[in-house]
T-cell receptor, first 115, second 112 residues
Framework: AQTVTQSQPEMSVQEAETVTLSCTYD???????LFWYKQPPSRQMILVIR??????QNATENRFSVNFQKAAKSFSLKISDSQLGDAAMYFC????????????FGKGITLSVRP | DGGITQSPKYLFRKEGQNVTLSCEQN?????MYWYRQDPGQGLRLIYY???????QKGDIAEGYSVSREKKESFPLTVTSAQKNPTAFYLC???????????FGQGTRLTVV
């Protein structure tokens, strides 16, 4: 069974600093997607970044980047120049490619940003 | 505008009653999902469906039922067999074979 583990329940970062959120996953598949989602207090889920497993290059989206280590099954999210609006819950998620696959989430991490 | 709509936003249920949560999407997505969110538990998958008239149990399907009679709609019924139904419920959809999921705004269900 596929599992996604986020071992840190909470993290805190100073505004304008950099923070890294950790995620590991367990799978026997070779072709899959990995995601980071943000859930602000409004509880609306927002896609932050996506990584296809077949791509060796790490995905980046403005201040957000990932460190994807396929062999280690690790997928961490780096937030640079942290802003107050980055405060939210962040979920790591996994889905294999192809039909009939479920989207599996980790337990999430609450990120607070100190002004 | 295309999107995914959940209703109602807040729902109250008496113990022993069944209640149905609505999820509608106009994105022409094939796959739809229902998740339950509890504090400290993340998003746990209840049911998912890849095509009309077909669906699969997720990790916590007991006490829930779904139907997929139309591509656009994936209602979730919380039955009286669900022992602890108070939670936040999220519906999502994705194109078949595509990873990115779109989410509704959620329904907060409270048993009174």
């Amino acid at each position: 069974a596929q599992t996604v583990t986020q071992s840190q329940p909470e993290m805190s970062v100073q505004e304008a600093e950099t923070v890294t959120l950790s995620c590991t996953y367990d799978t026997s598949e070779s072709d899959y997607y990995l995601f980071w989602y943000k859930q602000p207090p409004s509880r609306q889920m927002i896609l932050v970044i996506r990584q296809e497993a077949y791509k060796q290059q790490n995905a980046t989206e403005n201040r957000f980047s990932v460190n994807f280590q396929k062999a280690a099954k690790s997928f961490s999210l780096k937030i640079s120049d942290s802003q107050l609006g980055d405060a939210a819950m962040y979920f790591c998620a996994y889905r294999i490619t192809g039909a009939n696959s479920k989207l599996t989430f980790g337990k999430g991490i609450t990120l607070s940003v100190r002004p | 505008d295309g999107g995914i709509t959940q209703s109602p936003k807040y729902l109250f249920r008496k113990e022993g009653q069944n209640v149905t949560l609505s999820c509608e999407q106009n994105l022409n997505h094939d796959a739809m999902y229902w998740y339950r969110q509890d504090p400290g538990q993340g998003l746990r998958l209840i049911y998912y469906s890849q095509i009309v008239n077909d669906f699969q149990k997720g990790d916590i399907a007991e006490g829930y039922s779904v139907s997929r009679e139309k591509k656009e709609s994936f209602p979730l019924t919380v039955t009286s067999a669900q022992k602890n139904p108070t939670a936040f419920y999220l519906c999502a959809s994705t194109p078949l074979g595509e990873g990115k999921a779109f989410f509704g705004q959620g329904t907060r269900l409270t048993v009174v």
